[in-house]
């Protein structure tokens, strides 16, 4: 922000207004330091302005993930990554990670679980401008119980995590739940994530269980509201989908099997759906050969196609979507790619688009400061060469972000 000090005018040639879902000709959008000052066709542009000339691009809002973990990818073996390293490693790394993921266009994330506060310190030093990275959103410690999705299975009981407060949100009980809550929010914690039911990635057998009792969901996401915050629920299976939607979550993460009541359970109480519908791909494809235990993948097979399919239904009825892809489970700065399957089932482009601007927005709470490129929104927009509304693989490169006022990657060759 400090950097950004100076005004700026940009001409786009075709601009995408995801609020009113529409592409407008020829549009000035005019800049004051890291904020939007206003936008239309009738902007004069001062004589020796500063200008960036996006006459021949598609413009838009910077993209939003609302489901990255930057603090860690696949590693080159499974166990090597469990065993051998430490939050001073995804320290190291998160960095490098996030700048990648703001150079593929993605100038916001909700970062929905790490260890030892990571997210924290990664959100805290590109607020601060020290590093380059997307504005965090971040939930610090999954919450999850004794052996769930978010706890360390599968190992002989004299192995497990150290200094288990600081690695993993395991509690049980309301008041055990509640208690956690409120210790990931005085480190930091801006959202709630907790496991509703079982997961691919972690060697619990049945993926689709439930992990928590309903009281427990509902203490869980009753405490985050006490302290203004969201909560959102990782759940596969479709038990701890309509637990999860009941206890009030803001947003259902995977949401890999639903069936007609909890797409009508989602309806009724307004719950987002964030889907990670390119995972499937990359897992089936590259995870054995890193040593992923089989049974894992036998769980991928599962509930990878399903999820697309629970995806496909979810959207025909009607349910709000908010881009979300998992990145970490993928490398990261591959965001783009789950575009092509948010159309393939069922999204307009221009609703793949707008469930990566305006509704990730509306979903993180954020919907004053991004999602759209409106005045008093923060100058953070994207540019692309060819029409996103005609091939949304065009969001897979994009050549030109810029975030705050501030162009961070520049392949177009505009001046
Ligand atoms: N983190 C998730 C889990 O382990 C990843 C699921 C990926 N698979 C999928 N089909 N979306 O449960």
Same mark, same amino acid.
């Given at each position: 922000?400090?950097?950004?000090?100076?005004?700026?005018?940009?001409?786009?040639?075709?601009?995408?207004?995801?609020?009113?879902?529409?592409?407008?000709?020829?549009?000035?959008?005019?800049?004051?330091?890291?904020?939007?000052?206003?936008?239309?066709?009738?902007?004069?542009?001062?004589?020796?302005?500063?200008?960036?000339?996006?006459?021949?691009?598609?413009?838009?809002?910077?993209?939003?993930?609302?489901?990255?973990?930057?603090?860690?990818? +696949?590693?080159?073996?499974?166990?090597?990554?469990?065993?051998?390293?430490?939050?001073?490693?995804?320290?190291?790394?998160?960095?490098?990670?996030?700048?990648?993921?703001?150079?593929?266009?993605?100038?916001?994330?909700?970062?929905?679980?790490?260890?030892?506060?990571?997210?924290?310190?990664?959100?805290?030093?590109?607020?601060?401008?020290?590093?380059?990275?997307?504005?965090?959103?971040?939930?610090?410690?999954?919450?999850?119980?004794?052996?769930?999705?978010?706890?360390?299975?599968?190992?002989?009981?004299?192995?497990?995590?150290?200094?288990?407060?600081?690695?993993?949100?395991?509690?049980?009980?309301?008041?055990?739940?509640?208690?956690?809550?409120?210790?990931?929010?005085?480190?930091?914690?801006?959202?709630?994530?907790?496991?509703?039911?079982?997961?691919?990635?972690?060697?619990?057998?049945?993926?689709?269980?439930?992990?928590?009792?309903?009281?427990?969901?509902?203490?869980?996401?009753?405490?985050?509201?006490?302290?203004?915050?969201?909560?959102?629920?990782?759940?596969?299976?479709?038990?701890?989908?309509?637990?999860?939607?009941?206890?009030?979550?803001?947003?259902?993460?995977?949401?890999?099997?639903?069936?007609?009541?909890?797409?009508?359970?989602?309806?009724?109480?307004?719950?987002?759906?964030?889907?990670?519908?390119?995972?499937?791909?990359?897992?089936?494809?590259?995870?054995?050969?890193?040593?992923?235990?089989?049974?894992?993948?036998?769980?991928?097979?599962?509930?990878?196609?399903?999820?697309?399919?629970?995806?496909?239904?979810?959207?025909?009825?009607?349910?709000?979507?908010?881009?979300?892809?998992?990145?970490?489970?993928?490398?990261?700065?591959?965001?783009?790619?789950?575009?092509?399957?948010?159309?393939?089932?069922?999204?307009?482009?221009?609703?793949?688009?707008?469930?990566?601007?305006?509704?990730?927005?509306?979903?993180?709470?954020?919907?004053?400061?991004?999602?759209?490129?409106?005045?008093?929104?923060?100058?953070?927009?994207?540019?692309?060469?060819?029409? +996103?509304?005609?091939?949304?693989?065009?969001?897979?490169?994009?050549?030109?972000?810029?975030?705050?006022?501030?162009?961070?990657?520049?392949?177009?060759?505009?001046?």
């Amino acid at each position: 922000a400090q950097k950004a000090d100076s005004v700026k005018y940009i001409k786009a040639g075709r601009f995408v207004d995801v609020e009113k879902g529409r592409v407008l000709a020829n549009q000035v959008i005019w800049i004051d330091h890291d904020t939007i000052k206003a936008v239309g066709s009738t902007i004069v542009i001062p004589a020796g302005a500063k200008v960036i000339d996006l006459s021949g691009a598609t413009v838009m809002p910077g993209l939003i993930d609302c489901h990255t973990h930057l603090t860690s990818q +696949p590693g080159e073996n499974y166990y090597e990554d469990i065993f051998r390293k430490t939050p001073v490693d995804m320290a190291i790394v998160a960095p490098v990670f996030a700048k990648r993921t703001l150079e593929a266009g993605f100038t916001t994330c909700r970062d929905v679980g790490a260890s030892a506060f990571v997210d924290v310190a990664l959100r805290n030093a590109i607020n601060r401008g020290d590093i380059p990275g997307p504005r965090l959103l971040v939930a610090t410690l999954f919450i999850g119980s004794t052996g769930s999705h978010g706890d360390l299975n599968g190992f002989s009981p004299y192995i497990e995590w150290v200094g288990p407060k600081q690695m993993s949100g395991v509690a049980n009980g309301v008041e055990g739940v509640r208690a956690q809550v409120r210790y990931n929010i005085k480190y930091g914690a801006e959202v709630i994530k907790f496991g509703a039911s079982a997961g691919v990635l972690s060697e619990e057998t049945s993926v689709g269980a439930p992990q928590f009792t309903q009281e427990e969901m509902n203490a869980i996401v009753d405490e985050a509201h006490l302290w203004g915050l969201r909560a959102c629920a990782h759940a596969h299976g479709t038990i701890a989908i309509k637990m999860a939607v009941k206890a009030g979550v803001a947003s259902i993460e995977h949401g890999s099997l639903l069936d007609d009541e909890a797409i009508a359970l989602m309806k009724e109480h307004g719950t987002y759906l964030v889907a990670d519908i390119y995972d499937d791909d990359y897992i089936l494809s590259d995870y054995a050969k890193h040593g992923t235990p089989e049974k894992i993948i036998a769980k991928e097979r599962l509930v990878g196609r399903e999820q697309r399919l629970s995806y496909q239904r979810a959207v025909n009825a009607g349910v709000k979507i908010a881009f979300g892809t998992d990145a970490g489970v993928y490398p990261h700065g591959w965001n783009g790619k789950q575009f092509r399957y948010m159309v393939k089932f069922g999204l307009s482009p221009m609703q793949a688009i707008q469930s990566a601007t305006i509704s990730a927005a509306d979903l993180l709470g954020w919907k004053t400061k991004v999602g759209s490129i409106a005045p008093g929104k923060f100058a953070d927009l994207i540019a692309v060469k060819n029409d +996103p509304l005609a091939d949304i693989t065009a969001l897979e490169n994009v050549p030109f972000v810029m975030k705050g006022g501030e162009v961070v990657k520049n392949e177009l060759g505009v001046k």
